[in-house]
């Protein structure tokens, strides 16, 4: 017997509104099937991980039913707090209470249908509204008795050359670096003087015409593959220098614009496709993979064939232009470059001749290695900060010289992190 569903509810997540729905609209419905429950409000930062830690230690070996009533932070935190216990299987219900939600709304994407679960609906006593019924998604599958799905989780481990800096990282949802992970650590900044979103927007501005240098190295158990969107496939890699036989490592030279890894979402917000090919509840026996997104300007003529003073507007532009286009369901990675040669196309094209602007692979693990400070400089656009590496949120820094090192954590058995998709 798997016990009582524990609801986990962060009161300041989001908009603050969890632990109102939770009394107003799941405690109702859990009533409705005589689900048993306990509340557990979490009281601080990081409280969400110790509140799984007593689950633990009181439930014993086996299986715990929990409910996340916030966002992908306090489901981290619960991650960190527990990831270590030996013997446990975490099933879990998420409810949309954070701010971006990238899981939840990657497991129930806004244009979902619930018809399969409306054998569950029709034995409530009123039919939420459409909005609800949405956020109580991954409940309805909880309650249809439907099989939870593998989450994978991530360990990161940034070490410097001395190895005296020794950080372990775990996530669940995102690994990032370059404009991604800058636009998190200056936004911050800015929040003082611009309390409103739009100093995302700022961030994103400061950071979109900056390159950053590091190398990347992917490796995989079996191959490390590309997506190749012309012909719709996952191919060996084809726009980076191939692995020797039995190296089984593909090499990746900056530098980069945009590098963001997930083994779990297609989204970062309900309509921010950033990684269109991820999925997640396929491979529930084996790892998963690791899904990299990358972006290297200097693979696009617009950038290369520019004046030099013309070139940081040119790579921001560029930069909106491709980025912009995950809003379009993910339609970034099937735009492709202008084919070599032909001087006087500089416009790209969705599914054209030429390679891909982004390039998409998956891997089991991966080391992002930021380049020396004296290393790499191009005319006219600026240097951003390699070493900032953004993990669920959470900024890091790579020390001077070091390394960050990132791979998916061995499934034991079917112990770990089930999520109700
Ligand atoms: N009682 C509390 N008081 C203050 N902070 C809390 C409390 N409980 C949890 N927290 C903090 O609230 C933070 C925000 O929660 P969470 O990340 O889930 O929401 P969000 O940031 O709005 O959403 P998302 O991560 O989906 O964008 C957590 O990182 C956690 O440290």
């Known amino acids: 017997m798997a016990g009582p569903l524990h609801l986990i509810v962060n009161p300041v997540a989001g908009h603050g509104k969890a632990s109102e729905f939770v009394n107003s609209t799941v405690l109702p419905i859990l009533?409705?099937?005589?689900?048993?429950?306990?509340?557990?409000?979490?009281?601080?930062?990081?409280n969400a991980g110790v509140i799984g830690k007593r689950l633990a230690s009181t439930q014993g070996n086996g299986t715990v039913q929990v409910a996340?009533?916030?966002?992908?932070?306090?489901?981290?935190?619960?991650?960190?707090?527990?990831?270590?216990?030996?013997?446990?299987r975490w099933e879990v219900v998420l409810f949309p209470f954070g701010t971006a939600n990238a899981l939840f709304s990657s497991l129930f994407p806004p244009s979902g249908s619930l018809d399969k679960y409306q054998a569950v609906i029709d034995t409530l006593p009123s039919a939420p509204v459409q909005e609800t019924a949405h956020q109580l998604s991954s409940l309805f599958s909880f309650l249809s008795k439907s099989s939870p799905v593998n989450l994978p989780i991530t360990r990161t481990t940034i070490t410097s050359t001395s190895e005296q800096h020794h950080e372990k990282i775990v996530s669940h949802v995102l690994l990032s670096t370059s404009l991604h992970a800058s636009i998190l650590h200056d936004s911050e900044a800015l929040r003082e003087t611009h309390p409103g979103v739009e100093r995302f927007k700022n961030a994103a501005q400061q950071n979109a015409s900056k390159?950053?240098?590091?190398t990347v190295s992917l490796e995989s158990g079996a191959n490390v593959e590309q997506w190749d969107p012309r012909i719709d496939k996952w191919v060996q890699p084809f726009t980076t220098t191939q692995p020797s036989e039995g190296e089984g490592v593909v090499r990746i030279e900056g530098?980069?614009?945009?590098?963001?890894?997930?083994?779990?979402?297609?989204?970062?917000?309900p309509t921010f496709v950033i990684s269109p090919l991820t999925q997640l509840g396929q491979f529930n026996d084996a790892q998963?993979?690791?899904?990299?997104?990358?972006?290297?300007?200097?693979?696009?003529?617009?950038?290369?064939?520019t004046q030099p003073e013309e070139r940081k507007a040119k790579l921001s532009a560029r930069a909106f232009e491709v980025v912009g286009q995950a809003y379009a369901n993910g339609n970034h990675v099937n735009l492709t470059l202008p084919l070599k040669g032909d001087k006087l196309k500089l416009e790209l094209e969705n599914k054209g001749e030429g390679e891909p602007v982004v390039e998409v692979f998956r891997c089991t693990s991966?080391?992002?290695?930021?380049?020396?400070?004296?290393?790499?400089?191009?005319?006219?656009?600026?240097?951003?900060?390699?070493?900032?590496?953004?993990a669920d949120g959470a900024l890091h820094t790579i020390p001077q010289g070091g390394v960050a090192m990132v791979k998916l954590q061995e499934k034991r058995g079917d112990q770990g992190f089930y999520v109700y998709t």
Do not use: K
């Not at 390159?211 to 590091?214: E, Q, S, T």
């Not at 530098?255 to 917000?269: A, K």
């Open 31 to 46: 009533e409705n099937f005589s689900t048993q429950y306990e509340i557990h409000t979490t009281t601080s930062p990081g």
């Open 68 to 88: 996340i009533v916030g966002g992908d932070g306090t489901f981290h935190e619960f991650i960190e707090g527990v990831n270590q216990i030996e013997g446990v």
């Open 211 to 214: 390159l950053f240098y590091a």
């Open 255 to 269: 530098p980069f614009s945009y590098f963001l890894s997930t083994s779990t979402v297609d989204r970062l917000e």
């Open 288 to 305: 998963g993979y690791v899904y990299v997104t990358i972006i290297r300007p200097l693979r696009d003529p617009l950038i290369t064939t």
């Open 366 to 390: 991966f080391a992002w290695t930021p380049s020396s400070p004296s290393e790499g400089e191009y005319e006219g656009l600026e240097r951003g900060n390699e070493r900032l590496v953004c």
